[in-house]
């Protein structure tokens, strides 16, 4: 009987994905790393000088790192998937509350309803007339429906942000049960979305509260307090976007983070976004321009607006997460534990001792029975 140690078949093939992940990681660090810090001696190349030179741009670097070996791109396809699919029930929704607005305004009602008759064809309108009526008798059933499905939706899209969030954090916390995670990503979503609005009714309270005042003072048609106000309403949204991305940047992620490591991102993140508003804003003028582009671009633009702002967001927590003093080396994984087990071996023939003494034997004999032989003769 001996004894071999051997590891279970599942443990095994636990501590083999986690060594090949930090041999993935070791990696792309020693690829995005500058020539200095890999201890070599090879000529730096010029994009290595630079970045020596230049730590704005080894951030970048070391970020786009970041962003791409943590499956930043797939992540915010999922998010721009979730985004796109809220849009149904947030519809639903919207047309329940333009029926609710309707049943308790007759007025409102007849007014669009003469609209409709001056505008279209009589057997057209009298088609439309009893679709609004049964829109409006339909009320309750599509105001429950779509807050279900934007329920749904909702839980799903905040879900896979915060999944996104931690994954660009480096974080692997032990996931909750299922009834927690969903609690969780509900009271998510909610605060979100009331930072949301805050944000957007505090940047439209005040500037229409700065247009009164230069009406009251008389500066309404002044054209340097005119760009005074443009400048307040600018500086007032990226105040809110800061203070959105600071949020969503340090309070998402599964595990929070300290504020301070999350400041210059959100920084970054308000102005990014300001700028990549005035982008879209080109890109769906232009695209909507063509008689396609008149059906279809207002959705497509959409659709691609949602994937690169998801981008962009993961991109800066990528930022935050890589900056100096902030980012942790990989943890190294804790090796299976061992188990010994007893073996036992049967063999059927002899072993190799007990064939070595009977070959030794057997020559023996063979000698002695020869000189037998030889001296009969």
């Not at 000529?43 to 786009?64: C, F, I, M, N, T």
């Amino acid at each position: 009987m001996t004894a071999a140690t051997d590891r279970a078949p599942a443990e095994r093939a636990a501590s083999e994905r986690a060594a090949a992940d930090r041999a993935a990681s070791e990696s792309v660090a020693a690829q995005t790393a500058p020539a200095h810090a890999k201890g070599t001696d090879a000529k730096p190349s010029k994009l290595e000088q630079l970045r020596e030179r230049y730590a704005w741009l080894d951030h970048l670097v070391r970020a786009g790192a970041r962003f791409s070996d943590h499956h930043g791109t797939h992540y915010a396809a999922a998010i721009a998937y979730f985004s796109i699919l809220s849009l149904v029930p947030l519809l639903m929704i919207a047309f329940a509350i333009a029926g609710y607005v309707l049943f308790f305004n007759p007025a409102l009602l007849d007014e669009i309803r003469q609209a409709i008759n001056a505008a279209l064809p009589p057997n057209l309108a009298d088609t439309i007339n009893p679709i609004i009526d049964q829109a409006i008798a339909q009320r309750n059933t599509v105001a429950g429906l779509g807050l279900l499905i934007a329920l749904y939706s909702g839980i799903g899209w905040m879900t896979n942000l915060r999944e996104a969030l931690s994954e660009q954090w480096a974080q692997t916390p032990d996931p909750p049960a299922l009834p927690k995670r969903l609690l969780f990503d509900l009271t998510a979503l909610i605060g979100l979305g009331i930072a949301l609005v805050g944000s957007f009714a505090i940047t439209g309270a005040a500037s229409g509260f700065a247009a009164d005042l230069l009406a009251f003072v008389g500066l309404a048609d002044q054209g340097w307090a005119q760009f005074l106000l443009r400048l307040l309403g600018f500086l007032l949204g990226l105040t809110a976007n800061f203070l959105v991305f600071l949020w969503v940047i340090a309070r998402l992620p599964r595990q929070h983070t300290p504020i301070h490591s999350a400041v210059k991102a959100a920084a970054l993140g308000a102005i990014g976004f300001e700028v990549l508003k005035q982008v879209m804003t080109f890109y769906l003028a232009s695209v909507t321009n063509s008689p396609s582009g008149a059906v279809f671009g207002s959705l497509l633009g959409l659709l691609v607006f949602t994937n690169f702002v998801s981008r962009f967001i993961l991109f800066v927590t990528a930022w935050a997460a890589t900056a100096k003093g902030v980012e942790k080396e990989a943890p190294a994984p804790i090796p299976a534990p061992a188990v010994i087990r007893p073996e036992v071996v049967v063999r059927s023939g002899p072993n190799n001792a007990t064939t070595v003494g009977l070959l030794g034997m057997g020559a023996v004999t063979a000698l002695l029975g020869l000189r037998a032989f030889g001296r009969r003769r």
